[in-house]
């Protein structure tokens, strides 16, 4: 059993973050706020509600080292908190989009983020220190259908993105002022702002939750076809692999290790993929099969002991009718549309043992890798 | 993939024709020789073209029911069969099952429930997901 937490904070969650301490985690409980919760002792208080947007928020990233919140929403507009004393204050981000902005998420050096849209465009932000503004540039022309998820590579100039026109492409984000030439962009530094760098035609249905491994060098997204494709040497001549698994969906994904991926959606259970010792990747299996105990309202800051003597007991019972204890003992009733990563605070390494999911239940789960043999050796 | 243009002209139309016919004899002969399943991976196989043209996709349906309407033992036909045809073989199957034809649904029914056993809902959502191969 690797849920060591389920808290229920909604009837349903369209995405959510966490705070840099992992003491807080915002989310949309789909409407037009952001509520944020603090652990407290045994268990969370609403500490702020964050109100400006007209629509659905569609997107929240919580930056790491500035502590700051932005959100994306149906209302077209991005908002950038900032905490001042005990309030959250926000600045508008004026996006220039004509339809919703879907997702949003900060860069590794949080100077720029990033906002994909139904009007087949994404929006690259930075704050202009002598306006005190944040800045929209769009790359406009590019996809032919919504832009469903964004990620940033490690080195802060490439962006891939995800299209319900079923592409994955990979552009340059570079912004004269903002970005120095010396960065570590290796052969992508000379590429101007917009340029696509690799447009993967992998998938012939919508694509979802593209993500890029810790060292950039492997890149995955998902199809609304059941399947998973993963890419190496991301550039001229990619290396390409597309995975087909037996049940529905993911939404989103995250990269736990260079070798290891969770993928989570409309199955209601995060499903692992892993790659062996010649790079092939494949599902391995299904995570939290069994049933957990549901409605613990423990902390983030749960001991690893304590999960542990939670969760062994359990990984016993289980193995009589898998299928059917699958689908009744899930820990998320409903499709998940989330994944976030639990970076340990003093944490260096690439390798994430803990993560959390939210979905459409309306629940934020826990999760974590500790103590799972079969795993474990893809960390 | 999908490297051919949407709509084909007249004499492409006719060698895509051939193609089938050729693909007909070759699974006559088959089920002659009682090898119901190797009649069936051959009209799996030499993917079904990608066209909109209606009598291609009509004949080439002609010639998959023929050999889809062949399997009598559908465990058997599984285990010789490669998860790599499962796909394909789902979405003929749903083909099959908007004729409307009793014994056809009744056949493409019995397949379907084992194959939505041994495969999953996955498959049923990338054969309505597959835009390359027409049916």
Known sequence: MTAIAVHQFAHCITCHAWSPDHSMVAFCPNNNEVHIYKSLQDNWERV???????????GIDWSVRSNRIVTASHDRNSYVWNLEGSEWVPTLVILRLNRAALCVQWSPKENKFAVGSGAKTVCICYYEQENNWWVSKLIRKRHDSSVTNVAWHPNNLLLATTSTDGKCRIFSTFIKGVDTKDSKAGTFSDSKFG???VQLDLSFSWAFGVKWSASGNTLAYAGHNSMIYFVDEVGPSPLAQSVAFRDLPLRDILFVSERMVIGVGFDCHPMAFAADERGIWSFVRFLGEKKTASGSKYGSQFSEAFGKLYGQPRQGVGNDSVESSRL?????????????PLKEPGGRGSTIKRFSTSGLDGKVVIWDLEGQDDLSQYL | ???????????NAEAIITRIEHKSRKIESLLKQLKPVEAL???LEGS?????????KSANWIVVHRA???????????SSLDPEYYDILMKYLYRGLSTGDRPTCDQCLRIHEKLTERAGLGCILRSLADTVNTV
């Open chain 1, 48 to 58: 702020h509600v964050l109100q400006k947007h007209d629509q659905l928020i569609s």
């Open chain 1, 195 to 197: 340029e696509l760098i």
């Open chain 1, 328 to 340: 009744r003992g899930c820990v998320h009733e409903n499709c998940i549309n989330c994944i976030v």
């Open chain 2, 1 to 11: 993939m999908a490297t051919t243009c949407d709509f084909v002209e007249a004499d």
């Open chain 2, 41 to 43: 991976k051959t009209a």
């Open chain 2, 48 to 56: 079904p073209p990608n066209t909109r043209d209606e009598r291609c």
């Open chain 2, 68 to 78: 889809l309407m062949a399997i009598k033992d559908v465990d058997g036909m599984f």
